[in-house]
């Protein structure tokens, strides 16, 4: 991957990791009794039910819906939608496990703390 595609992938990370944090945020105070793996899941199928998806992207949503992971933590929701949009998975070692760190230090930065998020 060249340079400026693994630098679109960073910028690309940390901006999903911050919005994705301040959904759970917002979701926790209108509703602080729902846990954080409820609030995952509901952000993860409203970004990709209401977002406009192409024909690649709507594949890769029902094929995980339909695998039956689970998306009960913020990390896994930056994962998960990160998969869905750019087509980046566990198979893809160098770049997932690039974008996997970036996630982890931007929701670091952004006050989220979960020993789970693995």
């Given at each position: 991957m060249g340079l400026f595609k693994r630098w679109g992938k960073r910028a690309a990370a940390k901006i999903l990791a911050r919005s994705?944090?301040?959904a759970y945020l917002k979701h926790k105070s209108s509703a602080p009794d729902l846990t954080e793996a409820e609030i995952a899941h509901a952000v993860f199928?409203?970004?990709c039910s209401s977002r406009n998806l192409n024909k690649a992207e709507k594949v890769r949503f029902e094929?995980?819906?339909e695998t039956e992971k689970s998306?009960?933590?913020i990390f896994?929701?930056?994962l998960?939608?990160?998969y869905i949009v750019d087509n980046i998975s566990e198979?893809?070692?160098a770049i997932y496990s690039m974008v996997k760190k970036v996630i982890e230090e931007e929701l670091g930065r952004s006050g989220?703390?979960?020993s789970s998020r693995q």
């Open positions: 994705a944090y301040e199928m409203q970004r094929k995980y819906l998306v009960d933590s896994k929701l930056c998960a939608i990160f198979n893809d070692a989220y703390k979960n």
